[in-house]
């Protein structure tokens, strides 16, 4: 029975190895120039961060979740408008949450200052005109391919001199296990679209990165 228990655990461990290892060989390594970083400024945490981004503007936060971030975001920013892109589709971030934003921010929706967009961010995201968000805030799948995919989208739905900031601009959860692709999706995003990281957060866990153009690059 011990060796039995022993035979499954090892294949269970090899079989998890693997996974981890197919999902390292999908995510490409990009290397930065100085110009994608030399202006790059470190800040304390995400609240700060939002101190730093324009006010009064077209905004979005791309994965909701309960809404804590948000009303960071309506505090801090006063947008003139907040769109809330999620799907609210999974057991832990499920419509409960949705329903408790919406409760949250019954004001703020009902005044036309906040629309609640729901659905996958990178459909939702096709909807909006381009150049229509002054600025957005990604903190979604945290994978490479999604997040590469947002990034994508989201050049063109900010304006010229618009702003891309996200959660998450670490290597993973270790606790659980969940690799990210973030770091690599946003390097991987600055050279080849010509943007460049303008503020990076200390937060130890969970930093935040914001991006921009750079100056003389076409859209």
């Known amino acids: 029975m011990i060796k039995m228990c022993k035979k499954i655990y090892s294949q269970i461990v090899c079989d998890y190895e693997d ?9 490409p390594i990009t290397k930065l120039e100085r110009k994608h970083f030399e202006n790059l400024r470190y800040v304390l945490d995400r609240q700060e961060l939002l101190s730093l981004l ?3 503007v077209v905004c979005a936060e791309i994965g909701v979740a309960n809404g804590d971030f948000a009303q960071d975001i309506v505090r801090i920013t006063k947008p003139r408008k907040l769109h ?28 036309g200052g906040m629309e609640i967009n729901r659905g996958i961010s990178t459909d939702i ?11 957005v805030y990604i903190d979604t799948d945290h994978g490479y391919e999604i997040t590469r995919r ?4 989201c ?3 900010v304006k010229a001199a618009g702003i891309i900031a996200g959660h998450d601009f670490c290597m993973g959860n270790w606790v659980k ?27 130890i866990e969970n930093p935040s990165f914001a991006l921009k153009r750079l100056q003389g690059s076409l859209r």
Request: aromatic share 16%.
């Open 54 to 56: 324009p006010k009064s």
């Open 177 to 203: 296990g969940y690799r990210y692709g973030v770091i690599e999706a946003v390097y991987n995003f600055c050279v080849e679209d010509n943007w460049e990281i303008i503020y990076i957060t200390s937060d």
């Open 84 to 111: 809330l892109i999620d799907a609210w589709s999974s057991k832990r971030y499920g419509e409960h949450m949705m329903l408790a934003v919406i409760n949250t921010f019954s004001a703020h929706i009902e005044s």
């Open 19 to 27: 996974r981890r290892r197919k999902d390292e060989d999908r995510i």
């Open 155 to 157: 050049k063109d739905k």
């Open 125 to 135: 995201l096709q909807t909006f005109d381009n150049e229509y968000f002054d600025w």
């Open 150 to 153: 947002e990034l994508e989208i």
